[in-house]
């Protein structure tokens, strides 16, 4: 799902069959690994598309490296950011791969808001280790790599901050509290996940003008 409050935004998302991509990763059976990616450029409108659009063209020239390499691609990508002498803007993003053989996520965090993990009991865990600094703040920070167990018929929500800050026309926000309601009150596929975190943001919102971008991925892993 992704909303801009202008004609450009700011947010970006991309799903990745990576089995495909980087051949040391096997296929586990019938299921591929794969990988997403959530990011929000400061600020919004045609400068911030740009920031995604630049960050979109760095993340296709990424060579691939081992398969736990979540880390290694915004070590990659913040490198390029610096290649002017001025940024005045930054990117928060997160990375979340799945190993199917493994039954494992390794993920990354560049001052993003958590991933939350939906388990098969419907209890709600959060990807928050090693969370670093946004992208295009300092062209020497290395990024941490993170793995979490994850079984069969999970649920993995990333989110930008977008959806979190959505305000009502009594401008208060929309907030964390709400997300988890929104997420614990749901079952079945993931499209039936985003359509009710979705449906709730939308109508908390009401008649109230949206001020940000909004983007959100969910995917459940197969049982």
Not at 49 to 55: H, K, L, Q, R
Not at 91 to 98: F, Q, S
Not at 195 to 217: R, S
Request: with cysteine; glycine share 8%; aromatic share 10%.
């Amino acid at each position: 799902f992704f909303a801009s409050c202008e004609k450009a935004g700011g947010d970006y998302y991309d799903i990745v069959n990576l089995s495909q991509l980087t051949p040391p990763i096997a296929s586990h059976g019938k299921y591929d690994a794969w990988g997403t990616i959530i990011a929000d450029a400061s600020g919004h409108g045609a400068a911030a598309a740009v920031e995604v659009s630049m960050f979109d063209a760095i993340l296709r020239t990424y060579p691939g490296a081992d398969e736990k390499g979540a880390a290694n691609v915004f070590n990659y990508a913040n490198k390029h950011f610096f290649t002017r002498t001025s940024r005045g803007s930054f990117i928060t993003a997160t990375i979340v791969g799945y190993r199917p053989e493994l039954g494992c996520l390794f993920y990354a965090n560049a001052g993003h808001p958590p991933t939350i993990i939906v388990t098969p009991e419907n209890e709600l865990e959060y990807l928050n280790e090693n969370t670093g600094i946004p992208l295009g703040v300092d062209p020497d920070w290395q990024w941490q790599n993170s793995e979490k167990s994850i079984e069969p018929g999970s649920v993995i929500i990333s989110y930008t901050d977008g959806i979190l800050e959505a305000m009502s026309p009594e401008k208060e926000q929309f907030g964390m509290r709400r997300l988890k309601d929104a997420i614990i009150r749901c079952h079945g596929s993931a499209q039936a996940y985003l359509d009710a975190i979705v449906g709730a943001v939308k109508g908390h919102q009401a008649d109230h003008a949206q001020m940000d971008d909004q983007a959100l991925v969910v995917v459940k892993i197969c049982e």
